[in-house]
């Protein structure tokens, strides 16, 4: 039988704090994927090269990096287990996004300000990762 302890306050904030996170992340990716060509024609030119040539791939992993990281999410507040696999599928979706920006796109330049909100989404994701396994570990979630 697998014992369960009870979440702390810290849980509790986390996981209320992670599922607005992910719930932005989710109005972020519907944003980019209903874009009409009138809301991208107001963007600077760059932005506008960026949206209308990101391949189809990079598209997909910005759905799974938001979708699995809300359901991740619920399933924390849920503490169910299944939450962790579902953060590491979030994880592989974000860092595939991002190869693509620092990596592979020429559109934009990712300096300066432009790269504080990548990383700092790589660093939310690497961390709920570390943190689900953690509950798990202590039998928060089960």
Avoid at 22 to 35: K, T
């Amino acid at each position: 039988m697998t014992e369960t302890n009870k979440p702390t306050t810290v849980f509790w904030v986390v996981s209320i704090v992670a599922t607005i996170w992910n719930l932005l992340g989710v109005a972020a990716y519907l944003g980019n994927a209903f874009a009409t060509d009138e809301s991208i024609a107001a963007l600077p030119q760059a932005d506008q090269d960026y949206m209308t040539n990101m391949p189809a791939w990079v598209t997909a992993a910005f759905a799974i990096g938001v979708w699995f990281g809300l359901l991740a999410c619920i399933g924390l507040l849920m503490r169910k287990k299944w939450a962790v696999p579902l953060f590491m599928l979030s994880l592989l979706g974000v860092l595939a996004q991002q190869v693509y920006n620092f990596f592979m796109q020429d559109y934009i330049d990712l300096s300066g300000s432009r790269m504080i909100m990548p990383v700092v989404v790589i660093l939310v994701s690497i961390f709920l990762v570390w943190y689900s396994k953690d509950a798990r570990t202590k039998g928060i979630i089960t």
